[in-house]
């Protein structure tokens, strides 16, 4: 199982770089050897995803956080939505947020491509627990 | 507005005569609709904004009482007149007492009773319109403080996060490089929380008492950014000057036009290009006029068109480029506002922004 998980590759999107970088260290701690790629603005990550440029067919975790400038999180859901299946398979996402408002949590929640939600702060129970 | 416009009054009666001979005494003074009964008089009052209604007691399908009690959910803000004769005096008391009419007018009416009891309606018609005005703004107010009281909590939210889960990896981490690292977010993180709630004091002040006016001295108000910003500068790489010229007195309140060129300034710093060689932050203070003109000046990222109209909106934010409440540039537009003074973007992607302030003198 724990070898399965080494494999994971993450992408995190959030446009606060101090919380990026949090994240980041405690991923490292959990899964010593995921990939983790990181992003502030949510556009540049749909745009890596687009291209599809690992070119792997290993499976990604996206952390997505709500509230950003440019493109939010539910935007990049919207345009995440209209990529091609075989792109969209391969990622699994979770919402990743410090958001406590009950209409944020319930949309988040009723979208088909999040998987579940985190309240922030990422901790190592959380990250633990998402494997179950 | 509508003091100038004359009183819409509906008036009911099965009596033509009646009708016709109100019409003929009031037309001058008010806008007459007739009805000659309940149908008519619904029409009137789903087309035109009645303020006022006359009805008869007396009719052959309805009587007044039981049609103002028809109509009082569906129009409750055009007042109620009763005309009646002595015999059903009973019968209307009670029904003025449930708060269905607002007057009753004596038949046969005389045109000085009439009158005042129309005059006296309109006054207590302007007086409910306008309570009910409050009470939509004030409905309003209290929505936008919930809102407001959310954002404030979610921002102040973050940083005290991001604080508390470095805290937490710093027990795990060994390597004291990567200790310092973790102590430098855990600064930035409070900086961040601390620029926030100087932004919520800014907010208070600006929306709190009177104008503090006084003699603007710009070199001293250039002297106080040079001395903040000129080494902020040497740091950063970036080139800071600040020109002034006053060739004529100028009075203003000082703490609101620093929380002006606060932001403006911060933001010049803050939203540099990374690759840029040749960076610069320029402020001009001039007052040739009557008017005093602050400009700022920057060759950084730049504003897109299309967000430079909502930059002032609260807890906007145009750009990942750096950290920022969304908080500043609308208290430097709130301030503006309050010294009825102007502002004027100009600004180009990756070429630079240019705001350009002018406050009138007091």
């Known amino acids: 199982m724990i070898e399965e998980l080494q494999k994971y590759q993450l992408i995190l999107i959030d446009d606060n770089s101090i919380d990026q970088m949090l994240h980041r260290k405690i991923i490292e701690i959990v ?5 983790v790629k990181l992003f502030t603005e949510a556009t540049t990550a749909l745009k890596h995803i687009q291209a599809n440029e690992d070119g792997t067919p290993h499976h990604t975790v996206i952390f997505l956080d709500i509230q950003m400038p440019v493109m939010n999180g539910f935007q990049f859901l919207e345009a995440f939505h209209l990529l091609p299946e075989d792109i969209k398979k391969l990622y699994t996402i979770y919402i990743v947020s410090s958001s406590v408002n009950q209409f944020d949590i319930s949309k988040a929640k009723n979208n088909p491509y999040v998987k579940d939600m985190i309240i922030k ?11 179950h | 507005m509508e003091k100038q416009q004359k009183i819409i ?4 009666d099965d009596e033509i005569n009646n009708l016709n001979s109100f019409k003929a005494t009031f037309r001058f003074d008010y806008t007459i609709l007739l009805a000659q009964n309940a149908e008519e008089a619904l029409n009137h009052l789903n087309t035109n904004n009645v303020q006022i209604i006359l009805s008869d007691q007396r009719m052959p399908t309805i009587t007044g009482v039981e049609f103002f009690e028809q109509i009082r959910e569906s129009h409750p803000n055009a007042v109620r007149l009763l005309i009646t004769g002595f015999s059903d005096i009973e019968s209307v008391i009670d029904s003025i007492n449930r708060g269905h009419i607002f007057r009753y007018i004596k038949k046969p009416w005389v045109e000085l009773d009439v009158k005042s009891a129309i005059e006296e309606a309109y006054k ?4 409910t319109s306008l309570l009910d005005e409050k009470n939509i703004s004030l409905q309003k107010a209290y929505n936008e403080l919930n809102k407001f009281a959310y954002s404030v909590a979610h921002d102040l939210k973050g940083p005290l996060v991001s604080v508390m889960g470095a805290l937490t990896i710093v027990g795990q981490k060994e390597d004291p490089k990567e200790r310092l690292e973790l102590l430098d977010m855990i600064q930035s993180s409070l900086q961040k929380l601390q620029g926030f709630v100087d932004s919520m004091f800014d907010y208070y002040r600006l929306n709190q008492g009177e104008l503090q006016i006084e003699e603007v001295n710009l070199e001293h108000l250039s002297q106080h950014y040079n001395d903040i910003y000129a080494l902020e500068g040497k740091v950063k790489g970036i080139d800071f000057s600040i020109q002034t010229e006053q060739t004529k007195p100028f009075r203003s309140d000082v703490s609101k036009l620093k929380i002006i060129l606060n932001n403006l300034i911060e933001n010049a710093f803050k939203y540099q290009r990374t690759d840029a060689t040749d960076k610069f932050v320029k402020v001009k203070l001039l007052i040739t006029s009557e008017l005093a003109e602050m400009i700022v000046e920057d060759n950084g990222i730049g504003i897109e068109e299309k967000y430079q109209h909502s930059i002032f909106d609260m807890f906007y934010r145009a750009t990942t480029h750096a950290p920022g409440s969304g908080f500043g540039l609308y208290n430097a537009k709130d301030a503006i506002t309050k010294l009825e003074g102007t502002l004027r973007v100009d600004s180009k992607p990756n070429e630079g922004s240019l705001f350009t302030v002018s406050i009138p003198t007091k």
Request: glycine share 0%.
């Open chain 1, 121 to 131: 702060p990422l901790t190592k129970e959380t990250l633990l627990n998402l494997l």
């Open chain 2, 124 to 127: 207590f018609y302007l007086a």
């Open chain 1, 31 to 35: 899964f010593p050897a995921a990939s």
């Open chain 2, 9 to 12: 009054v509906l008036y009911i």
